[in-house]
């Protein structure tokens, strides 16, 4: 092959993957679209895919917990906030802190 077809094929292969890139939507959106559109097993699939790629990923972890709450899973849900609470507490300096334990349910309970 000689060093010209080489470097054309390489650009060609580069703008395809980049085209890729842009037309399929990361899977945190498509996860979102599935929430959006009512079908909260494929979100949480997609969601738990990141999660499991991404531990510290706190808004993918706050998805999960919505998607408990929303298919009526108080106690998964309560279980997934806490998790996401001790994994990121917020700064104590600002003033702001996640429920305790014993005021978890009843957060949950005002979403």
Request: aromatic content about 6%.
């Amino acid at each position: 092959m000689s060093l010209r077809l080489a470097a054309g094929l390489a650009l060609f292969f580069g703008a395809l993957v980049a085209a890729m890139i842009l037309a399929f939507p990361s899977v945190e959106v498509l996860g979102r679209y599935h929430e959006v559109d009512g079908r909260l097993d494929e979100a949480r699939a997609a969601y738990e895919r990141i999660a499991a790629a991404e531990p510290q990923n706190s808004r993918i972890r706050a998805r999960l917990a919505h998607l408990c709450l929303a298919r009526g899973e108080v106690a998964q849900a309560i279980r997934r906030l806490s998790e996401l609470a001790r994994l990121h507490p917020r700064s104590r300096s600002s003033g702001e802190s996640w429920p305790s334990s014993t005021e978890a349910p009843m957060t949950c309970a005002r979403w």
